[in-house]
Nanobody, 126 residues
Framework: QVQLVESGGGSVQAGGSLRLSCATS?????????AGWFRQAPGKEREGVAA????????DYADSVKGRFTISIDNAENTLYLQMNSLKPEDTAMYYC??????????????????WGQGTQVTVSS
């Protein structure tokens, strides 16, 4: 059974940093997967933030987070990370990790992902 469990959310002031983690189980990381982070603010659609191929060769970021966020994966620990620096109030949202059993070179539509975590809240105050 595939499971994704996010952690690491919280409240920070603008300019601060957080690192989100997504512990996964039930995957064979030796298989090539696409893993990503999405976020959803109240009243807004869920949007892709970052994604990467589990080989680590391909990464993609939304323009709004380029240069501030970094997606990474620890294949030994089956854990996906999102390092978020220089946070802004507009980054406030529920953050979700997601995965699909095929490779990717870009974030892909949220409808392509068939495994989702429960979300972790990130709140950035000005």
């Amino acid at each position: 059974q595939v499971q994704l469990v996010e952690s690491g959310g919280g409240s920070v002031q603008a300019g601060g940093s957080l690192r989100l983690s997504c512990a996964t189980s039930g995957f064979r990381y030796s298989s090539r997967l696409c893993a990503g982070w999405f976020r959803q603010a109240p009243g807004k659609e869920r949007e892709g933030v970052a994604a990467m191929d589990t080989t680590g060769t391909n990464t993609d970021y939304a323009d709004s987070v380029k240069g501030r966020f970094t997606i990474s994966i620890d294949n030994a620990e089956n854990t996906l990370y999102l390092q978020m620096n220089s946070l802004k109030p507009e980054d406030t949202a529920m953050y979700y990790c997601a995965a699909v059993g095929s490779p990717c070179g870009r974030i892909r539509s949220l409808y392509d992902y068939n495994y989702w975590g429960q979300g972790t809240q990130v709140t950035v105050s000005s």
